[in-house]
């Protein structure tokens, strides 16, 4: 079978999605600790991994139809080995799929930084993505529940999810936000302000560069046409931009001054929030919904001070918020296709609006209740966090026995901020 152009592109697309996660590692690299920054790189590589090896034996199958328990999930032997396809070209989209799998609980890893066991985040990974990721993707791609012909997809409404509002970043964000609960937070966390900083912000910023780069084949993988190519690809652009500027302008006004870190933070959460949206949105909407969740994500990181969870990175504040900004704003701003529905400003009524808030609240459970038990079964089997003593030297030391630098000191175990009220 001759290689037509659409799979060279899927082909582009999936190593640019895989690039993601090496991009996430810097990202969250940088943002921790000096004594963590090996550990956060490494949770995100070892998800590579773990993934691609559970995507070939069952993780696929249990993505595609036909599904089991009533729309929930596909088959798990059905394409065990992907024996099957073998001499097919559909290893070309397995595989792009596989990339979304893995950056989605790779997510998951920066709020739990600083004191997190390895070993239980290699056992916390593939259960995950079996029991958690999976259905989700099978029930919002693959047929099941929240698809058109589901029990829920046809009675509310089929949601619109591009590229992944609902399966990759609220899912991640939630579970992220029930693992800071059950891990519990560092043992510094908030005692005084500004306790923890980046320690590297050129690596957050090459990190946040090469997710931009890999964004681009996270939304346009997909595409049907040149003209939807086109719509997303501006619209990844656009939304992210305008995400920047307006996290930016809230830190000047709240805080006096904006931030390197802000700039990386608002672009991802314009990312995030375009993800569902890309195909559905005019410009003019991705910059609505690159505006909104560039405030809305700017004001959520300030919720774990408030409400007490230690969300080390950001993952709840920037995914979920974000998350849910973009896949609801669908309702609203989802342009018509071939003159008919759209979202409520397009004159389409409420049921676009109905089909997003159902699916936002659906994953919210589903993903909350799974998670949760997974997270207590590992925390009391194995443990999932480290001791206070390893928590102190770092968990690059404890769990690695390695540092992120070498010169002159043992740097991985310095804190700025420590060596700052020392003196």
């Known amino acids: 079978m001759e290689l037509s152009t659409s799979d060279v592109w899927v082909m582009v697309s999936a190593a640019l999605v895989l690039l993601m996660t090496p991009g996430l590692a810097f990202f969250y690299g940088g943002l921790a600790r000096a004594k963590a920054a090996l550990n956060m790189v490494m949770m995100s590589f070892v998800s590579i991994g773990l993934v691609g090896v559970v995507w070939v034996l069952w993780g696929y199958g249990m993505t595609s139809a036909p599904g089991m328990l009533g729309g929930l999930v596909g088959n798990p032997l ?41 070993s239980s ?44 509002g609902t399966v990759v970043h609220i899912n991640a964000g ?17 005692k005084s302000k500004g306790y923890h900083r980046p320690h590297n912000l050129p690596l957050v910023m090459i990190g946040t560069a090469l997710l931009w780069f890999g964004w681009f084949g996270f939304n346009g993988g997909a595409a049907g046409t040149a003209e939807e190519a086109g ?32 700039a990386a933070s ?5 990312l995030v929030a375009i993800t569902p949206a890309c195909a559905s949105v005019s410009p003019l909407g991705a910059l609505v919904i690159g505006l909104l969740a560039g405030v809305g994500s700017a004001i959520a990181v300030g ?22 900004i973009g896949t609801v704003a669908i309702g609203f701003l989802a342009l018509p296709v071939d003159g008919e529905g759209g ?53 690059d030391l404890s769990e690695h026995s390695e540092s992120a630098y070498a010169f002159g000191e043992d740097v991985a175990s310095y804190d700025p901020l420590a060596e700052e009220a020392r003196a």
Not at 79 to 89: A, I, K, R, S
Not at 174 to 190: E, P
Not at 381 to 388: D, E, H, L, N, W
């Open 303 to 324: 919720w774990k001070y408030r409400f007490g969870y230690d969300d080390a990175l950001d993952v709840v504040g920037v995914h979920l918020v974000s998350g849910i």
């Open 266 to 270: 608002g672009v991802v959460a314009g």
């Open 121 to 164: 985040w290699t056992v916390f990974v593939p259960i995950w993505v079996t029991l958690v990721y999976c259905p989700l993707a099978f029930m919002v791609w693959g047929g099941g529940l929240l698809s058109a012909d589901g029990a829920i997809g046809s009675r509310f409404g089929e949601a619109i999810d591009f590229a992944g």
């Open 174 to 190: 939630l579970a992220a936000l029930v693992l800071v609960y059950i891990i519990g937070s560092r043992a510094d966390f908030g």
């Open 343 to 395: 979202g409520l400003f397009y004159g389409g009524g409420a049921g676009q609006l109905v089909a997003q808030v159902v699916a936002t609240l659906f994953t919210l459970v589903f993903t909350g209740v799974m998670t949760a038990l997974i997270g207590i079964l590992i925390a009391k089997t194995i443990g999932f966090r480290v001791s206070p003593e390893d928590e102190a030297r770092g968990v």
């Open 78 to 118: 059905k394409d065990f080995g992907l024996v099957d396809h073998v001499g097919t070209g559909d290893l070309i989209g397995i595989g792009y799929g596989a990339t979304f799998a893995i950056i989605t609980v790779a997510l998951i890893s920066g709020a739990v930084a600083d004191r997190t066991r390895f």
């Open 231 to 262: 719509l997303i690809w501006v619209n990844t652009l656009v939304a992210p931009a305008a995400a920047m500027l307006a996290w930016l302008l809230t830190e000047r006004v709240r805080d006096g001054r904006p931030t390197s870190v802000g």
